[in-house]
């Protein structure tokens, strides 16, 4: 295994909100990487922080549901053509009738391809837990800050948790397969 695949892993333990955050903006900051962030109560700030941005899920729905309008409209157009109703003398294929099996279809399809959008990108059903920096104080009173980097860079992260206020600083030992 090269040293460039290499990375080491550090836990801060910390017992205020404000210090959590100055220790994940200093982190960011520095570019290094934030793993996982633990708290008993949530935290908007550092929610905001550590967001990855908008979810790309709607894509997957907007695409499910053309899908559906497309395959329901598809499905009453075909089926009327290869069994001929003539009604009254009115066309074949008309669509404003078709649009009914089309708008359903589009329910169906855009919900289906949501759920299971929501579940690919959630990376669901998550089976990794606990992580291995959880620790049970981070469910009572204490914040948790789970930091990636290189291994020539540990003692500068150890220094800029310590800056940030950490009360504690774990250098952590995840076998490398194991990690996600």
């Known amino acids: 295994m090269s040293s460039a695949s290499r990375s080491s892993d550090l ?6 909100v404000d210090t959590l955050v100055e220790a994940i903006t200093a982190a960011q900051a520095n570019a290094y990487e934030v793993c996982d962030v633990y708290s008993p109560v949530p935290v908007e ?8 941005g908008r ?6 729905t907007f695409a499910g549901g053309l899908c559906g309008l497309v395959g329901g409209m598809g ?3 075909i089926t009327s053509l290869i069994w001929n109703l003539v009604v009254a003398g009115k066309p074949i294929t008309a669509v404003v009738p078709f649009m009914v099996v089309g708008f359903e279809a589009t329910i169906l399809i855009g919900a289906i391809s949501t759920l299971l959008g929501m579940l690919i990108f959630a990376q669901l059903p998550y089976r990794r837990f606990p992580t291995p920096a959880y620790r049970a104080s981070f469910s009572r ?13 540990v003692e500068a992260v150890q220094r800029l948790l310590e800056e940030a206020g950490a ?14």
């Not at 836990?11 to 205020?16: K, T, V």
């Not at 979810?55 to 997957?60: D, G, W």
């Open 11 to 16: 836990l801060g333990h910390f017992a205020h």
């Open 45 to 52: 700030a550092a929610q905001a922080l550590i967001s990855p």
């Open 55 to 60: 979810s790309p899920v709607r894509f997957v």
């Open 75 to 77: 499905l009453a157009i």
């Open 141 to 153: 009173d204490r914040f948790g800050l789970w930091l990636r980097c290189a291994p020539e860079q």
């Open 167 to 180: 009360e504690k600083v774990e250098v952590l030992s995840i076998a490398q397969g194991g990690r996600s």
